[in-house]
């Protein structure tokens, strides 16, 4: 929970400054600290940032006795989490002892993935990581890194099954929509993709997993103009406030992150459009299951 803390109060204090009209660089200063340092702060990233400072910069922003508790309030909120996930060992994150397996956009994510409470994948080329065998994630990571060491692959495969302990937590729910053409993809053997295809028709029957397909003969959706996106959603804060909805973009070489308004309701059409064409749950286990006799044909 302290990603969701951490970036409430962000987005707080973010709101309280460009209200006051200070810039990022101009804040910085005043507490005597970089620009990137304080942008980290309101994107709530674990920075070295004291509670004195945070009082600078209320000072700084002139902001009303109301306004003032209720940011310090939020702050204790911060503070209070990092010391209870330093107490359990959790205040690193479970994927610190894997960093040189991953690109450096990905933490935030598995920062934001381990804080969410619903997670909603729409795939179109492969099966989405948190219901990957491990024999499929071998397969990929070979593809991805060529020549990669056993050892790291299957440090690889630590990192994976590790984040799919989430799936285990009833608190935390997986909706996937995926095109017909996950399943019909090859990164790996028939074997392996048999067993793939076996294992997304029982994690399925979770009462917190939905996997849904959208098959070839579907007519025209809005599903194929957008592309493999996941978007993850959190729980409200004690305190009330709301912490946005984030729609995640993965690319070759970097990600993107939208929390905007107005482009998450789009995706969020988007994930009603292919609701709205897919199969059912019992359907695409159906389907699910007929690859993969097909595969082991």
């Known amino acids: 929970m302290s990603t969701v ?16 009209k200070v810039s990022g660089l101009s804040a910085g200063l005043h507490i005597e600290t970089s620009k990137q340092t304080l942008l980290r ?37 911060v503070r209070e989490q990092a010391k209870q996930d330093k107490l359990q060992g959790n205040s690193k994150g479970f994927w610190q002892p894997y960093a040189d397996q991953f690109a450096s956009h990905f933490p935030h994510y598995l920062r934001l993935e381990a ?20 024999d499929y994630r071998r397969a990929l990571a070979r593809l991805e890194v060529p020549g990669l060491s056993a050892v790291n692959v299957e440090r690889r495969i630590e990192l994976a099954e590790q984040r799919q302990v989430r799936l285990t937590d009833s608190g935390f729910r997986t909706d996937v929509l995926l095109s017909e053409a996950v399943l019909r993809h090859r990164p790996c053997t028939p074997a392996v993709m048999a067993v793939q295809m076996r294992w997304l028709a029982e994690v399925g ?16 959706h809005q599903g194929l103009a957008i592309q493999s996106f996941h978007m993850l959603e959190f ?16 690319g070759a070489i970097g990600a993107l992150y939208h929390e905007q308004a107005d482009v998450v309701a789009r995706y969020q059409q988007a994930i009603s459009a292919l609701r709205a064409v897919a199969l059912s749950e ?16």
Request: net charge negative; aromatic share 6%.
């Open 5 to 20: 803390s951490r970036r409430a109060f962000g987005k707080f204090l973010r709101e309280i400054r460009e209200g006051a």
């Open 41 to 77: 702060l309101e994107d709530g990233i674990s920075t070295k940032i004291a509670t004195a400072q945070i009082g600078q910069l209320l000072d700084l922003y002139k902001v009303a006795p109301e306004v003032r508790t209720e940011a310090l309030r939020l702050w204790g909120e």
């Open 115 to 134: 804080a969410a409470n619903c997670l909603i994948a729409h795939q179109l080329v492969l099966v989405p990581g948190l219901l990957q065998t491990a």
């Open 205 to 220: 029957n979770r009462d917190n997993v939905s996997v849904r397909v959208v098959p070839f003969a579907t007519g025209p």
């Open 235 to 250: 729980p409200r804060l004690d305190s009330g406030l709301d912490e946005p909805t984030v729609v995640y973009l993965e």
């Open 282 to 297: 019992d359907g695409t286990r159906d389907l699910v299951l007929r690859v993969a006799k097909e595969y082991e044909a």
